[in-house]
């Protein structure tokens, strides 16, 4: 079902804090991808000691909702932030 992007943010955001309760939105910026906008979100947080950062795009449209995430260790984003960013362009 089409999902508001705002909504669908805060559903995304509230399913991660519910694994990691010290999540926060650390960048956001709406895209375009294959001509469709989507929001990329990128949250770090902690699970079991374990410090994470996801990197995802978040679409709605009359088709449903998606999102595609990627992640890695917090200290490892930049070394994988190219290959995240080229995983996550492939949305169609």
Do not use: C, H, W
């Not at 979100?41 to 595609?68: C, D, H, V």
């Amino acid at each position: 079902m089409e999902i508001a992007i705002k909504n669908l943010k805060r559903i995304a955001f509230k399913n991660a804090k519910s694994a990691s309760p010290d999540i926060n939105i650390v960048k956001e910026e709406y895209r375009i991808v294959n001509g469709k906008k989507v929001l990329m979100m990128q949250m770090r947080g902690t699970i079991e000691g374990m410090k994470f950062l996801y990197f995802g795009y978040y679409y709605s449209g009359p088709g449903g909702a998606i999102q595609l995430l990627s992640y890695t260790a917090d200290n490892l984003f930049e070394d994988y932030n190219a290959d995240m960013e080229l995983f996550l362009n492939g949305l169609v």
